[in-house]
């Protein structure tokens, strides 16, 4: 199985993005597992930095990852994956049979929902003290690690019998939930996908931050 890109930009592509954002680290882990050259940029977060006006000139809705591939603009983590997927390496990621992408496309979506709103969220509140209700969005991670126990009975990876841009989107997020104080002790086929996905070549992790139970 080979996952690499079968292209190579002309010039290596500029990821802005900040390394403790698990949605950047999406499009850092993906350049990587593709073997891309990249330069990765850290946006000023705290400082402001998204409410320029050079960078709202690259993603109107103020939040990393983007990435610039010559006169390429694209923001926001699932769709990088979906452009580096189908300009680097088609066929490789996404299937490109109806079905099959639409179930890829069920975890995109589920990157943007219950991923940003469940376990991503409950890290906001440890690690960077957002103001949500830490037990609505613990129980929310956990409805989300119990759909994905379920399904793993079934396969290996998220979406496929191979490893896809669904398994890339879901990732990080789920690895990190800890720092949330969401345990993952519960769901053994969550902890062995994360090893799966931690065995492709070029893996690459984010870094772990001690707070929740990682404390
Ligand atoms: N739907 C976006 C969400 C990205 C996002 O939430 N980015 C956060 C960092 S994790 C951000 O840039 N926040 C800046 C801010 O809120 O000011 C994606 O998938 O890229």
Redesign the pocket.
């Given at each position: 199985m080979n996952l690499t890109a079968t292209s190579r930009p002309e010039t290596p592509i500029l990821l802005h993005g900040?390394k403790l954002?698990?949605?950047?680290h999406r499009a850092e882990l993906f350049l990587e597992l593709l073997g891309l050259p990249y330069t990765f940029r850290q946006v000023d977060?705290a400082g402001g930095e998204?409410k320029s006006p050079a960078f709202l000139a690259l993603n109107a809705?103020?939040?990393?990852?983007v990435i610039e591939d010559g006169d390429t603009v694209v923001?926001?983590?699932?769709a990088i994956l979906v452009y580096l997927a189908q300009r680097y390496a088609p066929g490789r990621w996404m299937p490109q049979d109806a079905a099959g992408a639409a179930e890829v496309q069920r975890w995109l979506s589920a990157?943007?929902g219950p991923v940003?709103f469940g376990p991503?969220a409950a890290r906001l509140v440890t690690v960077f003290g957002a103001d949500f209700n830490p037990d609505e969005v613990i129980a929310r991670a956990h409805r989300l690690l119990a759909v994905m126990e379920n399904g793993l009975a079934q396969r290996e990876w998220l979406a496929a019998a191979v490893p896809t841009l669904a398994d890339i989107a879901v990732y990080t997020y789920v690895a990190h939930a800890p720092e949330g104080n969401v345990s993952l002790d519960a769901y053994p086929r969550v902890r062995a996908w994360l090893a799966r996905v931690e065995a492709l070549p070029g893996f690459v992790p984010m870094p772990v931050t001690r707070a929740g139970l990682r404390a």
């Amino acid at each position: 199985m080979n996952l690499t890109a079968t292209s190579r930009p002309e010039t290596p592509i500029l990821l802005h993005g900040f390394k403790l954002s698990g949605h950047s680290h999406r499009a850092e882990l993906f350049l990587e597992l593709l073997g891309l050259p990249y330069t990765f940029r850290q946006v000023d977060l705290a400082g402001g930095e998204q409410k320029s006006p050079a960078f709202l000139a690259l993603n109107a809705f103020r939040q990393v990852p983007v990435i610039e591939d010559g006169d390429t603009v694209v923001a926001d983590s699932t769709a990088i994956l979906v452009y580096l997927a189908q300009r680097y390496a088609p066929g490789r990621w996404m299937p490109q049979d109806a079905a099959g992408a639409a179930e890829v496309q069920r975890w995109l979506s589920a990157a943007s929902g219950p991923v940003a709103f469940g376990p991503c969220a409950a890290r906001l509140v440890t690690v960077f003290g957002a103001d949500f209700n830490p037990d609505e969005v613990i129980a929310r991670a956990h409805r989300l690690l119990a759909v994905m126990e379920n399904g793993l009975a079934q396969r290996e990876w998220l979406a496929a019998a191979v490893p896809t841009l669904a398994d890339i989107a879901v990732y990080t997020y789920v690895a990190h939930a800890p720092e949330g104080n969401v345990s993952l002790d519960a769901y053994p086929r969550v902890r062995a996908w994360l090893a799966r996905v931690e065995a492709l070549p070029g893996f690459v992790p984010m870094p772990v931050t001690r707070a929740g139970l990682r404390a």
